[in-house]
């Protein structure tokens, strides 16, 4: 006998099977501290009926960030093909963004046995504005399946015309150089 299969409109519009509430405390509280310490502070605040692992808070945090990073890199995109449509009247006033700096870094996973294990290498950077704070961005080097857009996405959220001058200030490292390369004619 052969059963219909059953669907729900709930598992539709929550693909994440959690609350966005309880999502946006998991993600928030993973951006300050570990995993670990999420779980820990999560599990003493909040009255769960099941138990929270690093690992979910691993893997809720890597499907939001895909989800927000494939949605900007579809918005950078159109921002870009705007742009370069724009007529010379439309162009609108210079973003107030005047320097990007950026800079690499390396960093060590906790729970490796030997001291040259667990190494890996982060791009940080930060828009300098006229008057208000600047935005940053970061990413792990090796990991980063598409520099490029991430770089060049970067000013075009902030404003930054195609064709509008930023300075770009950094150490000048091997990694960072070719990081800059995302940023075209600008960097």
């Not at 598992?11 to 405390?25: G, K």
Request: charged share 25%; net charge negative; aromatic share 8%.
């Amino acid at each position: 006998m052969a059963y219909a299969p059953t669907f729900s409109p709930v598992a539709r519009c929550l693909p994440e099977r959690i609350s966005p509430e309880l999502q946006y405390l998991e993600v928030k509280f993973a951006a300050l501290m570990s995993y670990g310490l999420t779980v820990n502070v999560l599990q003493e605040i909040l009255p769960l009926d099941h138990v929270l692992a690093a690992s979910s808070i691993r893997r809720q945090v890597t499907a939001l960030s895909r989800r927000l990073e494939a949605d900007q890199a579809t918005d950078g995109r159109q921002q870009g093909e705007i742009a370069a449509g724009t007529r010379l009247q439309d162009v609108p006033e210079p973003s107030p963004v005047r320097a990007v700096g950026i800079d690499g870094g390396y960093l060590r996973m906790a729970g490796h046995g030997r001291r040259q294990d667990g190494w890996f290498e982060v791009i940080v950077g930060k828009s300098m504005r006229d008057q208000e704070a600047g935005h940053t961005f970061a990413y792990v080097h090796k990991l980063e399946h598409r520099p490029a857009d991430r770089m060049s996405n970067f000013p075009l959220g902030e404003g930054v015309q195609p064709d509008q001058p930023v300075t770009f200030l950094s150490d000048g490292g091997d990694t960072v150089r070719f990081a800059q390369l995302g940023f075209g004619d600008r960097g």
